[in-house]
């Protein structure tokens, strides 16, 4: 025992150490997330919030299940691939509150301007027209119905009510 | 209040039971979305794109993107064979509300490339991220954990297609999150929603079903800076060899 007579300096330093060691385990296992490392080096509930955000469109099919005239006529025409909100905007609200929160109808003159201007820089086969040659500015509803634009391909409906009967 | 020691032997099993609950956390959003069932991807086909902006438009509402940034913008190239190598980009405002008109004569090819983030598999960004904020999830999409983000801007340097970049309010990284929010309930994303000529389809590419695998084998199909190795799962379709 005379050899560690002299060695009380080094046992008083390791146990700080150990103590230090301990607290730093304890305070580690309070600051670090639950899910940390659930599924690697990040916080698993993550994915969980991120999930939780609102969804603002509805999708197309949400919209289907109501207005069933206007996809049948949609589906009939040139813009059957074309989803109802690519037009209308984000409606989930609508669809969660559908008599609430009512819908403004677009204006065809702008809307339509949008993807069928021409430009040189288009696909070739996709229809373009110069908006004020073709019709001097006025909406393009006046003519097109919107959900089966092209003229005389539509199931009678009036253009004016864009399909509906 | 006077807790008697029989309240207490009460009171104390039943806090041990309420915190079990506590540490369980809340129960998944969605209870039939299985991460390991998915591998998301991109198809962008090229040829498809008229550049009309909605799908900017479209994920700035969806996600509440500021304005001035952008979690996927279209950008318009002209190409000339003089100029291969150094084409002229430009995407005002992301393309969100469109492309000036094209100058009348002009020579050499015109086409529209949407940009958005590539959900690498071997992604450049997650790896440099010093506090573990930034990660590919199971199902294969590359999100922030915001509450993590320490907002160094690693990540914003690390993206070689420079899709991240720092929120003004929140000040931590922000980037496309392939609308996960949307994907985990069964929707598509935003922008593909949005898009009218469907050049941009959100793929699975662990669904056998996908119409992804047909299109792959049927089509010359890249993805951008395939040389980086970044294992990009955003396919492009018909893209040009001057495309960066």
């Known amino acids: 025992m005379s050899g560690l007579k002299d060695a009380g300096h080094l046992f008083r330093f390791a146990g700080l150490f150990v103590i230090a060691f301990l607290l730093f385990w304890v305070i580690r296992g309070y600051v670090v997330p639950k899910s940390f490392g659930q599924y690697g080096h990040y916080r698993g509930s993550a994915l969980t919030d991120i999930a939780s955000h609102p969804v603002k469109f509805a999708g197309h099919e949400t919209c289907e299940t109501c207005h069933t005239d206007i996809a049948d006529t949609k589906t009939k025409g040139a813009h059957a691939h074309v989803n109802c909100e690519a037009c209308h905007g984000a409606l989930a609200n609508h669809a969660n509150d559908p008599t609430s929160v009512t819908p403004v109808k677009p204006d065809s003159a702008v809307l339509c301007a949008r993807c069928h201007t021409a430009s040189a820089a288009k696909p070739k086969g996709f229809p373009q027209v110069d908006p004020v040659d073709h019709s001097g500015g006025a909406p393009c509803a006046t003519c097109h119905n919107p959900h089966s634009p092209v003229i005389g391909s539509d199931t009678g409906a009036s253009a004016v009510t864009g399909g509906a009967k | ?244």
């Open chain 2, 1 to 244: 209040m006077n807790i008697s020691r029989r309240h207490l032997l009460v009171l104390l099993p039943a806090a041990a039971v309420a915190w079990k609950f506590v540490e369980a956390g809340t129960p998944e959003a969605s209870p039939n979305y299985n991460k390991s069932d998915h591998w998301w991807g991109m198809l962008i086909d090229i040829p498809k794109c008229i550049g009309c902006g909605n799908c900017v438009r479209a994920c700035q509402t969806e996600n509440d993107v500021p304005d001035g940034f952008f979690r996927t913008w279209v950008e318009r190239y002209h190409r000339t064979d003089i100029h291969l190598e150094n084409p002229e980009v430009i995407s005002p405002d992301g393309g969100k509300e469109g492309f000036p008109a094209v100058p009348e004569g002009a020579e050499g090819e015109y086409f529209f490339v949407p940009k958005m983030c590539n959900h690498c598999s071997d992604s450049p960004c997650t790896q440099v991220c010093p506090v573990g904020a930034t990660f590919v999830s199971p199902d294969g999409v590359v999100l922030i954990d915001q509450t993590y983000c320490l907002g160094c801007a690693y990540c914003v340097q690390a993206c070689p297609y420079g899709c991240r970049y720092i929120h003004p309010e929140k000040k931590v990284a922000d980037k496309c999150t392939l609308c996960y929010h949307r994907i985990t309930k069964g929707l598509t994303t935003a922008c593909c929603e949005a898009c009218p000529t469907g050049a941009r389809q959100l793929a699975d590419l662990k669904n056998p079903k996908d119409p992804i695998h047909e299109f792959l084998k049927t089509h010359s199909v890249q993805v951008l800076k395939p040389q980086m190795a970044t294992g990009a799962k955003a396919f492009y379709n018909g893209l040009d060899g001057s495309v960066r």
